[in-house]
Nanobody, 124 residues
Framework: QVQLVESGGGLVQTGDSLRLSCAAS????????MGWFRQGPGKEREFVALITRFGASTYYADSVKGRFTISRDNAKNTVYLQMNSLKPEDTAVYYC?????????????????WGQGTQVTVSS
């Protein structure tokens, strides 16, 4: 079992930045990859970013590439999502999730554990 707690969401304006954090507990943090997803109003949950176990590789959705950066600190059992140049279309609940396998995956079905989410609202 893994418990995940996201934080750092809020209300910002277009062009602002936010950094989300996700604290994990329950298993050895460095034994799994971590992903971020988001779910906007009336939309399905979608993949945002993935980072491998030791941070050697990262992957991003095209919609956030160049603006968002995923990182992790295994000593702190925490994964981060730095979000820059935010747009109204980034408004969503953001979730972190555990991927038990080491390969790249973007489907929600490929992730085993989820946090409760943190709301990000970007005003125009």
């Amino acid at each position: 079992q893994v418990q995940l707690v996201e934080s750092g969401g809020g209300l910002v304006q277009t062009g602002d930045s936010l950094r989300l954090s996700c604290a994990a507990s329950g298993r050895t943090f460095s034994s799994y990859a971590m992903g971020w997803f988001r779910q906007g109003p009336g939309k399905e949950r979608e993949f945002v970013a993935l980072i491998t176990r030791f941070g050697a590789s990262t992957y991003y959705a095209d919609s956030v590439k160049g603006r968002f950066t995923i990182s992790r600190d295994n000593a702190k059992n925490t994964v981060y999502l730095q979000m820059n140049s935010l747009k109204p279309e980034d408004t969503a609940v953001y979730y972190c999730a555990v991927r038990l396998h080491t390969d790249y995956a973007t489907s929600v079905n490929d992730y085993a554990y989820w946090g409760q989410g943190t709301q990000v609202t970007v005003s125009s």
